[in-house]
């Protein structure tokens, strides 16, 4: 008979950063905006030659204008699995009319949201909540973004950047309620943004610290997963992990994506093309790459 530890509880897919756009290429940056569409396409070809609860995509589906979605969007019919989506801050880089409907045209229930697939929760973060980008300039959390990194810059931090946002204290409370409910109810619990929270990097939130501490308080807690930082990154605290994927929208040929297989003591992070595979173990810090 096969361990308990052996049999997978849950699998998904994971696509960070496709950032695509009907526009030349950025060579400086390596950033091949066209090129995402057949890199999705590879990327879905694979998912659905695999049993897999979902597909997550971690944010930047576009990266400019909202007649891309039109482009991309169809692409991600094709996935004979579920689709979800969280927000990036390229997501908002449309005409200010459509900025309250971005989460809508991606289907999504709410700007963040969690959702859970038997004892495993899953808290889907909006990170662009507070920011100087996803609102109208007379939204006062526009004004609120403002406060926020200018108290950064004069701290002289290196995450005080425009493109990094934060979480709303009514989102803050509301992770924590979700936090709280979970381990309550005997459920773990992984946590979906755009922004990296750590290690510290100059792509991470402006409020990394404080939800950084709420949620290593949390016994059930078991990991962050992000983009936004396109390079990739790794780190752990306290022994759960924070893991960033690169972004799809790099290099010219090369794709990047990944499958998440959930354990009870593991999880296994399968990377395709450019995306590193780890053997993450709950509790012990350790994240073997593979």
């Not at 979970?182 to 773990?188: N, R």
């Not at 409020?207 to 936004?228: K, V």
Request: net charge negative.
């Amino acid at each position: 008979m096969q361990n308990d530890t052996e049999m997978p509880i849950l699998r998904f897919g994971i696509v960070a950063d496709p950032q695509y756009a009907n526009i030349p290429p950025h060579e400086a940056m390596n950033r091949h905006y066209g090129r995402s569409l057949a890199k999705l396409t590879e990327a879905i070809a694979v998912f659905n030659a695999t049993e897999l609860d979902f597909v997550m995509t971690l944010g930047d589906i576009i990266d400019r204008d909202w007649k891309s979605f039109d482009d991309i969007l169809p692409v991600y019919e094709t996935l004979r699995h579920k689709a979800l989506f969280l927000l990036g801050n390229h997501d908002f880089a449309v005409a200010p009319e459509y900025l309250g409907a971005v989460a809508g045209r991606l289907g999504m229930p709410a700007r963040y949201y969690d959702f859970a697939i038997g004892k495993w929760r899953f808290a889907v973060l909006d990170g662009s909540d507070v920011s100087t980008f996803s609102a109208p300039s007379d939204d006062p959390r526009t004004a609120l973004a403002t406060e926020r990194l200018q108290a950064l810059v004069a701290e002289g931090a290196f995450n005080a950047q425009t493109w990094n946002g934060s979480l709303s204290d009514e989102q803050f409370e509301w992770l924590k309620q979700v936090m709280e409910k979970a381990q309550t109810d005997g459920e773990a619990v992984l946590v979906l943004g755009h922004y990296p929270v750590f290690p510290a990097n100059s792509h991470n939130m402006w409020d990394s610290e404080r939800i950084i501490g709420l949620l290593t308080g949390f016994a059930c807690f078991r990991g962050y997963f992000c983009g936004h930082n396109h390079e990739g990154n790794f780190g752990e605290v306290d022994g759960r992990p924070f893991v960033t994927f690169k972004g799809m929208v790099d290099t010219a040929d090369e794709n990047t994506f990944a499958i998440v297989t959930v354990f009870k003591d593991r999880i296994e992070i399968e990377g395709f093309g450019r995306e590193e595979s780890r053997v993450i173990h709950f509790g012990v810090r350790s994240a073997v790459p593979t």
